[in-house]
């Protein structure tokens, strides 16, 4: 498989994963303009695009949707409640949408996809797990980091991971104290330092890749999440990167075995 971040971030996120016989996006927080500008430069269009799945239904997350399902054949694939409030949202929708159970292994083409609960101020949130030849699971937009997210990012050979936010940086900017409150909260967002334990948790399982995404443009920068994270992995032998808000970034999805030396 092939893993191209176009977005990652409060201003949209949008993933394109390539592999199996098909193109499928996780989330499509980009609009179609741009979206299909994106593809182009990769010899894809909208009408490439097989499958499209959603994390939750912030608006960073599905505000191309709508423009994707008038210019595409895509289907959607969602958890039940998030498939609700898209139903709500985009009454055009159903006819196009498969909903998927959570902590089970669905089929998608050639891919396996397994969609599991990450804790945020919405009715359901998840983050997804996708295998072909090799591994890439992503979980952002969770305030902490849950049994249930360890097991399913555990083994994923390259992993997406929210480091959202600087504590300090937070804790002493200008956001209002209900918004520190939510970011800081159980519900909200990760933060660096408990991004880095948890890469630590999987460079330590065998992951390879870990990318860090979903940065704050107000509370932390790159270089910020990039030095507390590397510090954690020091000795692990891990590949770190960072998801730039409005991309492109490229990485290979194998395994371990297949990776040249």
Do not use: W
Request: hydrophobic share 35%; glycine share 12%; net charge neutral.
């Amino acid at each position: 498989m092939r893993l191209t971040v176009f977005a990652s971030g409060s201003g949209g996120n949008c993933l394109l994963l390539s592999g199996g016989g098909t193109n499928i996006l996780i989330d499509a927080g980009l609009s179609t303009r741009r979206l299909s500008a994106m593809l182009g430069e990769r010899c894809l269009s909208l009408q490439d695009i097989g499958g499209v799945l959603i994390t939750h239904e912030h608006s960073d997350h599905i505000s191309g949707l709508g423009g994707l399902l008038r210019r595409s054949g895509a289907e959607v694939l969602a958890p039940r409640t998030v498939a609700a409030r898209l139903r709500g949202m985009l009454p055009q929708i159903d006819e196009r949408l498969r909903v998927i159970p959570v902590g089970e292994d669905v089929f998608f083409s050639r891919l396996t996809i397994r969609a599991f609960h990450t804790p945020h101020d919405t009715d359901e949130s998840v983050g997804y797990r996708i295998a072909c030849g090799g591994i890439f699971s992503l979980a952002t937009d969770m305030g902490c980091v849950t049994d249930e997210v360890r097991e399913n990012l555990r083994g994923s050979d390259v992993v997406l991971i929210e480091a959202n936010h600087d504590e300090e940086m937070l804790r002493y900017g200008g956001y209002p104290v209900y918004l520190k409150r939510r970011i800081l909260s159980d519900r909200g967002h990760l933060s660096n330092k408990n991004c880095a334990a948890l890469a630590r948790e999987l460079a330590e399982s065998g992951t390879g890749t870990i990318i860090l995404g979903h940065l704050s443009r107000e509370n932390n920068t790159p270089d910020t999440a990039m030095r507390a994270v590397r510090s954690a992995l020091e000795g692990t032998g891990a590949r770190l990167l960072c998801a730039p808000p409005l991309g492109p970034l490229e990485v290979k999805v194998e395994r371990a075995c297949c990776r040249s030396s």
